[in-house]
């Protein structure tokens, strides 16, 4: 059981990974010409990030799950 946790976490990494580098390229890659474009994409950028922070809160649990199951 604690094999799929594994793998699981490590899919889940890579997503999250993945999901940074789209999200920081996406906003490199837009024009930015208007400061109100600007707070927008930032604003956009911090939800984003804090939803990838919850998703890696996820991985965390998972493998500490996996642990105590391991364990007991």
Do not use: H, R, W
Request: proline share 1%; charged share 5%; no cysteine.
């Amino acid at each position: 059981m604690f094999m799929e946790i594994a793998i699981a976490a490590i899919g889940i990494g890579i997503v999250l990974m993945v999901g940074y580098l789209v999200v920081a390229q996406v906003k490199a890659a837009l024009p930015t010409v208007d400061a109100n474009v600007t707070a927008a994409l930032n604003s956009t950028q911090a939800t984003v990030f804090a939803g990838f922070g919850l998703l890696a809160v996820g991985i965390i649990v998972l493998a500490a799950f996996g642990l105590i199951n391991v364990f007991k």
